[in-house]
C-alpha cells in the first residue's frame, strides 16, 4: 500500500465547491471503469437515484447491476459518535450528519475529494472507479490531534440497476478478517486496506435502512427503496492520523485484483491528467474546458464485448450504447482529444454489425435466448449516414488509408442498400434522388420518441437533416473514392439529390419534412441547422441568413436549441414528471445542447466569431451546474431547468467541438 502515490500524479485540473454548493444534492459527480460500470452519487455523497452507488456490468457495456448505494461511515471522537454520510429519507430530512461538517468538495480532473471537519478532526474522502475493475474505492485520510476511530461499511442492494427494492434485500454476510463477501444473486466482495492503524472486524447486524431519492421523484418513477445497512470494521487512529480505504467491487468472472488502492487512484489521476494533455495538444486550444471535457468524454468510450469492440454509451445513468449517438459523438470524444485508435475501432464495431445499410440504433440489453448486448435494434436512418461523416472526419485527421480501403466497400454497400431500399420504408425516390424513410408506428430520425403506439413526431417521408446526411454520405464516396484512385460509384445519385434539395425551400424558409404526398412541413426545428452546417448541403447565402434569424428568433436559448418553436401550439414549455409527459416534450420544444453546434458553425461561416461565442457561453458555463463536469441531455424549454441524463455523450462531445470551432476562430 503506498499513500504516496496520492500526490505523485501531475497537477490537475481543479474546481472547487465551497460548503454551501457541496451540500447541493443536486449536483452529481461520475466515475466510470470503461466497462460500461459506473460510481453515481452527489458530490456530497447523498445517493439521489436508484442508480446512485455502484453499479457493474456483468455483460459489457450492459446487463449492468447494483451493489452499493453508500458507504457507511461514522467518526468516534473523544466519546462523540459523528455520521460522515447522509442519506435523504423523505424530501430534505436525513439520516447521518455528513452534509453539515463539509468543508468542500474539490474535482481533480473530475475525481472527487470531499473535506469534512468534524470535532476537531479533518476527514478527506478519495474516490475512484479503476479501469475495468466494477469496483469503487474511497479512500480517506485522516488528520486527528488525538485518538480517534472510524466504522466503514456500506448500505447494501443487489438488483438490476432500473429497479428498486421493495423491502430489505435478503444478503447473507461472509467475513474473513479485512474482507467481506456480500452474497445474493450476485456478490459483492468488500475488502479494508489500511496504513499505521488498528482494525477490528465486525460479525455483521445487518439492518434495514429506507433511502428516498429525489431525482427519481421528479421524474415520476418509484422513489424509495429499502438498502440493507451493516458496519463491517472499526478502524482506530492513532494521533496525527492516518489512511484506509474502503473498495466495493462487483464480482464477476472477470474480476480482476485490486491490490492497492493508493496505486490505482494515483494510476487513474495521472492517465486523466494525460488525456487532458493529449486532447490540448491535439485540438491546439489549450484551456480549462478542452482538458475538462476531454476527461469527460472518457467516461462514454467502453469496450464492449459482445460483438467485441469499442462503443460509445449515449448517456449515465441509464443508456446502453447507440449508434446514432456514438456516430455524432465520434468527433468530439476521439478526434478532438487525439484518441484516434479509439475512433478506429469505434467504427469498426459499427461497420461489422451493419446490416441491409443500417447500423444499430441500439444494442439489445436483454434478449431471449441470448446473453445482454446480443442482438440490436435498427430503427435509425441516421445512424449510417453519420457514420459515413464520422468516417470522413476520421481519415481527414488520421490518413489512415489502410482502413480506408477497408471501409470504402462497405461505405458503397451501406448506399447501396439506400439506393435499392432497406428496412422501414428507407429508400431513395427516383423521382428526385431524395431519401425516403418511414412507416407507421416506427420513429427513424433522433427526434424518435414512442409512447406506446403513439410516436410523438412522426417525421415520415423527407426530412431535411436526413437529405443534409445523405448528401454528406455521398460526397464522402466520391472524395474517398478519389483518394485511393478509384472511381466514385454514386456520382449521379448525388448530382440527381443535390439538384432536388431546393424542394426545401418555400420561399422564406425552409421546411422540416416534405411529407409522402409532397406537401411541406413548416414545423420550426433545428434540424435545417444540422443539414445546412454539413459541406455538402447546396444553399445560397439568401437562404442560409434567412434560416440563421429564424432559429435566432424562434429556437435559439442560452443552452441550446428548442426542438420545437414556442410560436408553435404543440409547444410544451416543461419538461419533466412521469415518462409519459417527458416523452410528450421531448421533442416539442425541450432545448438540446448538441444541435447548438450546428447553428454555430453556420454563424463562423459568416464570420459571426464574436456571436458565435456569446452563443456559447451559456452551455460553457453549465459544465459545473448538474453533472459536474459534462453536459445534461436536455432542459425544458421555459425555465431551462437541467433534465433527462445529468451525463450525455454527445452533448458533451458537441460543446467540445463546438467550442474548439470558435476558440479557432478567434485566434485567426
Known amino acids: 500500500m503506498n499513500g504516496l502515490a496520492l500526490s505523485s500524479s501531475p497537477a490537475a485540473h481543479s474546481h472547487h465547491y465551497g460548503p454551501l454548493h457541496a451540500r447541493d444534492p443536486d449536483l452529481e459527480v461520475l466515475l466510470t471503469d470503461g466497462l460500461g460500470g459506473f ?33 457507511l461511515e461514522v467518526l468516534e471522537v473523544g466519546g462523540q459518535r459523528h455520521s460522515l454520510h447522509a442519506l435523504e429519507l423523505a424530501p430534505g430530512v436525513f439520516e447521518g450528519r455528513g452534509l453539515e461538517g463539509l468543508s468542500g468538495v474539490t474535482l481533480r480532473d473530475l475525481l472527487p475529494e470531499r473535506v469534512q471537519m468534524v470535532g476537531g478532526v479533518r476527514v478527506t474522502r478519495r474516490m475512484v472507479s479503476p479501469a475495468h475493475a466494477g469496483a469503487v474505492a474511497y479512500l480517506y485520510t485522516v488528520d486527528a490531534p488525538e485518538t480517534v476511530t472510524l466504522t466503514l461499511g456500506g448500505y447494501f442492494v443487489d438488483r438490476d440497476m432500473h429497479h428498486v427494492h421493495a423491502e430489505a434485500p435478503k444478503l447473507k454476510f461472509q467475513t474473513n478478517s479485512e474482507e467481506v ?176 445499410g443500417l447500423i444499430p440504433n441500439h444494442f439489445l440489453e436483454h434478449q431471449k435466448g441470448h446473453g445482454g448486448g446480443q442482438g440490436a435494434g435498427y430503427n435509425t436512418v441516421d445512424g449510417a449516414l453519420w457514420l459515413a461523416v464520422a468516417l470522413e472526419r476520421y481519415l481527414a485527421v488520421s490518413d489512415d488509408l489502410d482502413f480506408a480501403r477497408e471501409a470504402l466497400p462497405q461505405l458503397r454497400d451501406l448506399l447501396g442498400w439506400h439506393l435499392r431500399g432497406t428496412d422501414h420504408g428507407i429508400r431513395v425516390d427516383p423521382a428526385d434522388g431524395l431519401l425516403l424513410a418511414g412507416e407507421p408506428a416506427v420513429q427513424l430520425t433522433w427526434m424518435d420518441v414512442k409512447v406506446g403506439d403513439w410516436v410523438v413526431t412522426p417525421r415520415h417521408g423527407k426530412p431535411i437533416e436526413i437529405q443534409g446526411l445523405w448528401l454528406a454520405a455521398l460526397d464522402a464516396e466520391m472524395r474517398l473514392s478519389e483518394r485511393l484512385g478509384a472511381p466514385p460509384e454514386f456520382a449521379e445519385a448525388r448530382l440527381k439529390a443535390q439538384g432536388s434539395f431546393g424542394k426545401f425551400w418555400d420561399g422564406q424558409t425552409f421546411a422540416d419534412v416534405i411529407g409522402p404526398d409532397g406537401t411541406l412541413d413548416p414545423s420550426v426545428r433545428p434540424n435545417a441547422a444540422l443539414a445546412l452546417a454539413l459541406p455538402a448541403t447546396p444553399s445560397t447565402p439568401t437562404q442560409k441568413d434567412a434560416a440563421i434569424r429564424q432559429m435566432q428568433a424562434e429556437l435559439l436559448t442560452p443552452l441550446g436549441l428548442h426542438t420545437l418553436s414556442p410560436r408553435d401550439p404543440r409547444y410544451r414549455g416543461k419538461y419533466g414528471g412521469p415518462q409519459v409527459l417527458r416523452d410528450a416534450a421531448y421533442h416539442q420544444g425541450t432545448v438540446w445542447p448538441w444541435p447548438l453546434t450546428a447553428y454555430l458553425e453556420l454563424l463562423l461561416l459568416r464570420g459571426e466569431v464574436t456571436q458565435a461565442r456569446k452563443a456559447l457561453d451559456g452551455l460553457s458555463g453549465h459544465v459545473w451546474e448538474a453533472g459536474v463536469g459534462h453536459v445534461s441531455e436536455v432542459f425544458g424549454g421555459d425555465a431551462l431547468l437541467p433534465g433527462g441524463c445529468p451525463f450525455q455523450a454527445w452533448s458533451v462531445a458537441e460543446l467540445l467541438r463546438a467550442h474548439v470551432l470558435v476558440s479557432r476562430a478567434e485566434k485567426r
Not at 452527489?42 to 436508484?50: D, L, W, Y
Request: aromatic share 8%; proline share 7%.
Open 39 to 71: 460510481a453515481l452519487s452527489s458530490v456530497a455523497g447523498v445517493p439521489t437515484r436508484c442508480y446512485s452507488g455502484l453499479v457493474v456490468s456483468q455483460s459489457p457495456p450492459v446487463q449492468r447491476f447494483t451493489h452499493l448505494v453508500s458507504p
Open 181 to 356: 463477501l456480500v452474497r445474493g444473486e450476485r456478490t459483492t466482495r468488500v475488502r479494508l486496506h489500511a496504513s499505521g492503524a488498528e482494525i477490528m472486524a465486525f460479525a455483521p447486524k445487518p439492518f434495514p435502512q429506507r433511502v428516498y431519492y429525489r431525482h427519481d421523484a421528479a421524474r415520476g418513477e418509484p422513489d424509495h427503496e429499502y438498502t440493507l445497512g451493516a458496519a463491517l470494521w472499526e478502524v482506530q487512529f492513532p494521533a496525527g492520523g492516518g489512511q484506509v480505504a474502503l473498495v466495493v467491487q462487483g464480482m464477476t468472472d472477470a474480476t480482476p485484483e485490486l491490490p492497492d488502492p493508493w496505486l490505482a487512484y494515483g494510476q487513474e489521476a495521472t492517465r486523466r491528467r494525460e488525456l487532458a494533455e493529449l486532447a490540448q495538444q491535439t485540438c491546439g486550444i489549450t484551456d480549462d474546458l478542452v482538458a475538462t471535457l476531454a476527461v469527460a468524454a472518457d467516461a462514454y468510450l467502453v469496450r464492449r464485448s459482445s460483438p467485441a469492440g469499442t462503443s460509445v454509451i449515449a448517456g449515465y445513468p441509464w443508456f446502453a450504447d447507440w449508434g446514432r449517438d456514438a456516430m455524432i459523438s465520434l468527433t468530439g470524444l476521439t478526434l478532438l482529444t487525439g484518441r484516434f485508435a479509439q475512433a478506429r475501432e469505434l467504427l469498426s464495431t459499427f461497420l461489422k454489425t451493419q446490416r441491409r
